[in-house]
């Protein structure tokens, strides 16, 4: 019954480890799937690439669901699986921040580093500019402290929120994600461009 | 049929059946069955009431008395210090950490033996340790520890030894009258051992 | 559905969504990136100017006796996605150094974008917990209020400011 670490049923000494691992399949998928070109990822606010989209959802939607299975069979304890809190002002400025980060930039940190990977120096310098604005926050932080840990609801889940089983939220992302991947394609359609 | 629709469609029918089946808060059983024939042959889960007494006497810290019986029962009488989970709230999240924790020595009693046995076993199945049952429960209590019969003439040292110690015992619980204390020499030599519990990390993440 | 050298995008969500499965089952925890960042900028500044370090109430609390804030979960995962990166570039022969840009714009203000951005995405992700990866996507899965939230004003902003960033891109 997972997960194996927190429950030691396998040692601690493995979690680094398998971070490893786990780090290795996620940059190879995201490199093959074309994250480690930023015009490929801002394509999808221009509509002519939605990869960015149909990646996304399609692993969160996999990965829910496997949650929600591996539960329902008893391999998984989802009491011990993290649940990040939400800090409600903090979560939506810090995502506000994020979008215009990503809009101006062209990648999020994780794709950054499948870019560097393969050679991207516009990617580097994001992530120069990554280092750069954690530096200020961490200056910053005794004016932000505060702001920054206000509106704590804890780990609450969307699901307890709408007052649905988590299965049936999973249900109801799953359908936006086919209505956006649909989407999607017809938008990839009407912007035709050449590969990156 | 391209990757697209094979997953277009396994996502919206695993979605289907993941909304309609019930979300699992069943708490699975860790032991199986013959683990658990194994455990109730063994019978290491029975303490006797002598023993209960003598740690109550010497106000050992790390016992903890559990009544399985009704409130009611508990509000008429219940030993001291103890406290009243009544077996059918046994399994609530509220007193998950009285039943599942490594600190403490719980002894569950009853009016018998039945009913806190019936208690302990589904404690045991669920994995939780560190909890005992009082062989004979309060009937037995009343009639060893705090009524005492007084052996008869021809009876072995230890059966006087052990009456001296019940009626004290039985003094300090309100039962008749004694004189000085001592343990009776019948006492288990081991104190059940408190397994630690493994803790249950709290889960971490987070960037 | 066009010819591509990359992967079909549903199969590699799926695929993705499988090892974000895989890390939940064995370390409980999902992915991340901006904290493996966050790391390295504790332990230059705590390394350069550990007083400073000691006595901010932000960099105080990664290090201390016996903690290294390098030896994190989030540190080795972004050290696998490089190697991941690397292997699938080489395999797929795309390995190039390059700056990449639209080419109506030049590559220097491509990088002023890129550093503008990853800026903004440094402080946006310390005060959101966590990245795209970390809070949007791990944040979903588990369905978390603040997964959801991440994602929503994330995406939104950008499509919201696309128009008036659509120079550097069509």
Known sequence: MGPLIPQEIIGQDWNLFIAFIVGIGFGFILEQAGFSSSR?????FYGYDTVVLKVFFGAAVTAMLGLLF??????IDLSLVYVNPTFLGSAIVGGIVMGIGFIAGGFCPGVSFSAIAIGKIDAMVFLGGIFIGIFMFAEAYPLLESFYMSGNLGALKLSDVLGISGGFLAFLVIIAALGMFWLGDLAEKKFPREEY | MTIKSIVMMGLFMLGLVIAMVPENTTKPYKLTAEDMLVEVQGAAEMVTSDEVAHWLVSKDPSLQLIDVRTPDEFQKYHLEGAINIPISVILKDENRDYVDQGIKMNVLYSNGTIGSHQAWMILRQLGF???????????????TIMNPQKPSSTSPDEEFAKYDFRKAASGVFGGGGGAALTAPTQTKADKPKIKRKKKKKAPAGGC | MMNTKYMNPYLAGVLLGLVLLMAFFFSGRGLGASGAVKSTVVTVVSTIAPEHAANS???SKYIGEGKSPMKSWLVFEIMGVLVGGFLSGALAGRLKLKIEHFPGISANRRLIFAMIGGILFGFGSQLGRGCASGSALTGMAVLSLSGFISMATMFGTAFALAYFFRKNWI
């Open chain 1, 40 to 44: 490929k990822l801002a394509g999808v």
């Open chain 1, 70 to 75: 591996f539960s329902l069979f008893g391999w």
């Open chain 3, 57 to 59: 109430p932000f960099y």
């Open chain 2, 129 to 143: 340790e560190n909890n005992y049952v009082m062989q004979g429960g309060l009937n037995y209590w009343f009639d």
